[in-house]
């Protein structure tokens, strides 16, 4: 989905309100609102091992489609990847909760006893 180009002050027909990427003298660059455009993190598959697999199709896609890919081409595996990376970062995010509320019990602990000695 190509970015959709207003004159300030003009309104745009979208359903929700549109995301402001860049400004440009008289141009405001508009992202609709599913495809934020923001970069990916680095695709290294030790680090992002839930989405190795659609980090591959994504890499893939961009080798066998050099030109193409800045037209759409690999869009839907860029929003695959987006998706996964947010499931990955709310996973991680519950995980260090739990472990940061244990670290918390533990430290209460350690506190009521130093406390009474």
């Known amino acids: 989905?190509?970015?959709?180009?207003?004159?300030r002050g003009?309104?745009?027909?979208h359903e929700s309100p549109p995301q402001?990427?860049?400004?440009k003298n008289d141009l405001?660059?508009?992202?609709?609102?599913f495809?934020?455009?923001?970069?990916?993190?680095p695709l290294t598959l030790h680090r992002?091992?839930?989405?190795?697999?659609?980090?591959?199709?994504?890499?893939?896609?961009?080798l066998e489609h050099p030109v193409a890919k800045f037209f759409g081409e690999c869009t839907e595996l860029k929003?695959?990847?987006?998706?996964?990376?947010?499931?990955?970062?709310?996973?991680?995010?519950?995980?260090?909760?739990?472990?940061?509320?244990k670290l918390k019990e533990r430290l209460q602990v350690l506190r009521k006893e130093s406390a009474e000695n």
Not at 1 to 7: D, E, G, I, L, S
Not at 10 to 13: H, P, V
Not at 28 to 33: F, G, Q, T
């Open 79 to 101: 929003i695959k990847l987006d998706r996964c990376f947010r499931q990955e970062k709310a996973l991680k995010r519950k995980a260090n909760f739990e472990q940061s509320k």
């Open 10 to 13: 003009e309104d745009l027909d």
């Open 35 to 41: 495809f934020p455009g923001k970069m990916h993190p």
């Open 20 to 23: 402001l990427q860049q400004t």
């Open 28 to 33: 405001l660059v508009v992202s609709p609102p």
């Open 48 to 62: 992002h091992p839930m989405c190795a697999e659609i980090i591959e199709e994504f890499q893939k896609c961009h």
């Open 1 to 7: 989905m190509r970015p959709v180009f207003a004159q």
